[in-house]
C-alpha cells in the first residue's frame, strides 16, 4: 500500500520567504509526526497530532514555525520568514494509533535550502 | 535528560563482520527503545525495537541487547552485507515521542 508522501521533495527559497511543507499519512493512521533532520544530525521532535486531541507542539523551535492537520489526514508544516538556519530536511510519520510500541512510519522529507 | 548518546559516529566493517552501535540514555521513564535504518534520500525505516523488560531481541541477522540497570542499549548486525552500509538511528519513546541519538554511519567493505 501507499506510504507516507511528503511534497514537495526538494524547495529552495530565499531568506525571509514563507514555505509550505504537505505530509500525505498513510491512511487509517492516526497520529502524526513532523521532525527536522540537519545536515549529519539526528532527528529533533517538532510537533504531533493524535485524532482530534490538541497537538504536542513542544518541539517547535520558535513561533515562526506552526503546523496543521485537516480532517485528521492531510499536514501542513508553516515555516514564516524563513531563515538559513532553517535548512535541514523536514521528515513526517504517521502510526497507526498514539500509544505505546506503535511504529513511526516515516516519508521520505522535504529537502529545504535557504539562500 | 531527554537525550540519548549513540556511539559511534562512524564505523566501517568488512563483509561478515559484526558490527556494534552502543546508545544511552538517561530518562528512566523511557519505554520503548526502537532502531531505525536510513539510505540517502529516504525516509528511516524501523528496523527492530524492543521493551525495557527484555535483555535481548533478534530478528533475523539484527539483535538488540538490552542493559536496564546501565541504561543501555546496543545494536549487532550478524553477517553484514554491503548492502547494510546506510545510516542508523537508535531512539527512546517518552510521552509517544521518539527521542534520537545522533546516528551512526556504517560501512561494510566487500
Known amino acids: 500500500g501507499a506510504g507516507v508522501s511528503q511534497s514537495p521533495s526538494n524547495k529552495v527559497t530565499e531568506k525571509g520567504k514563507d514555505v509550505e511543507l504537505r505530509c500525505d499519512p498513510i491512511?487509517?493512521?492516526?497520529?502524526l509526526y513532523w521532525y527536522r533532520q540537519s545536515l549529519g544530525q539526528g532527528l529533533e521532535f517538532l510537533i504531533y497530532?493524535?485524532?482530534?486531541?490538541?497537538?504536542?507542539k513542544s518541539g517547535l523551535p520558535s513561533d515562526r514555525f506552526s503546523a496543521e492537520r485537516t480532517g485528521g489526514s492531510v499536514s501542513t508544516l508553516t515555516i514564516q520568514r524563513t531563515q538559513q538556519e532553517d535548512s535541514a530536511v523536514y521528515l513526517c510519520?504517521?502510526?497507526?494509533?498514539?500509544?505505546?510500541?506503535?511504529?513511526?512510519?516515516f516519508g521520505d522529507g522535504t529537502r529545504l535550502s535557504i539562500l | 535528560q531527554q537525550q540519548v548518546k549513540q556511539s559511534p559516529q562512524s564505523l566501517i566493517v568488512q563483509k561478515g563482520g559484526i558490527p556494534i552501535i552502543n546508545c544511552a540514555y538517561e530518562?528512566?521513564?523511557?519505554?520503548?527503545f526502537p532502531w531505525y535504518q536510513q539510505f540517502p534520500g529516504k525516509g528511516p525505516a524501523l528496523l527492530i525495537a524492543?521493551?525495557?523488560?527484555?535483555s535481548e531481541k533478534k530478528e533475523g541477522r539484527f539483535t538488540i541487547s538490552f542493559n536496564k540497570s546501565a541504561k543501555q542499549f546496543s545494536l549487532h548486525i550478524m553477517d553484514s552485507q554491503p548492502g547494510d552500509s546506510a545510516t542508523y538511528f537508535c531512539?527512546?519513546?517518552?510521552?509517544?515521542?521518539?527521542?534520537f541519538g545522533q546516528g551512526t554511519r556504517l560501512t561494510i567493505n566487500p
Open positions: 524492543i521493551r525495557p523488560d527484555v
Open positions: 510519520a504517521s502510526s497507526l494509533v498514539q500509544g505505546f510500541g506503535q511504529p513511526q512510519h
Open positions: 491512511s487509517g493512521h492516526t497520529a
Open positions: 530518562n528512566t521513564a523511557f519505554d520503548y
Open positions: 497530532f493524535q485524532g482530534n486531541s490538541a497537538p504536542d
Open positions: 531512539a527512546a519513546a517518552w510521552a509517544q515521542k521518539l527521542v
